[in-house]
């Protein structure tokens, strides 16, 4: 039976900000270099290299295999991201958009699903998210206060003195 993907999702962190483009970047040159690098790995043990022990091959393998099980995901779905933050004060509810995001599952375990930042941010479909059901994944958030509460507790939103930013 098919669950809804809030049901699904439910122990999954979204990270509670955007990445900046200098960090999506780095990222992405990282990515690079590490697939190089297992690239190279995949053709010495195909050459059969004779300067390679059985322990050296052995480590290759699990290095291989470790970069498969980390990079190996499938799209599932596109997903408008929002959080709610619930006023433990007065219990007020209100929603913010976070990101939009694709939900992936890893190809070689299934029980592993993750969701990532899509880099254009933009409802247009691109070449990733063009095939991809759309959904909406809200997830809840205690504060301690709202504004309203903090306006009615003394906090004013008039900046005084020293502590004008
Ligand atoms: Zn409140």
């Not at 039976?1 to 992405?28: C, G, N, W, Y």
């Not at 690098?37 to 022990?53: H, M, N, T």
């Not at 933050?85 to 990101?99: A, K, L, N, T, Y």
Request: hydrophobic residues 40%; charged residues 30%; negative net charge.
């Amino acid at each position: 039976m098919e669950t809804t993907i809030a049901a699904r999702v439910k122990v999954i962190q979204i990270p509670p900000a955007l990445p900046s483009l200098d960090d999506l970047l780095f990222e992405a040159m990282a990515v690079e270099r590490e697939a190089d690098r297992i690239a190279k790995a995949r053709k010495r043990l195909a050459k059969e290299s004779p300067d390679l022990s059985e322990k050296e091959r052995a480590k290759l393998r699990a290095e291989i295999a470790h970069w498969e099980l980390v990079n190996s995901w499938d799209a599932l779905q596109f997903v408008y991201v929002e959080e709610e933050d619930c006023c433990v004060h007065c219990q007020e509810v209100s929603s913010h958009f976070i990101g939009l995001y694709e939900f992936q599952q890893n190809r070689l375990d299934k029980t592993l699903r993750r969701f990532v930042l899509t880099p254009t941010q933009s409802l247009e479909p691109s070449q990733s998210t063009s095939a991809l059901p759309r959904s909406m994944y809200t997830y809840q958030r205690e504060i301690p206060a709202c504004p309203r509460c903090a306006f009615f507790a003394g906090f004013s939103l008039k900046y005084e003195g020293e502590v004008k930013p």
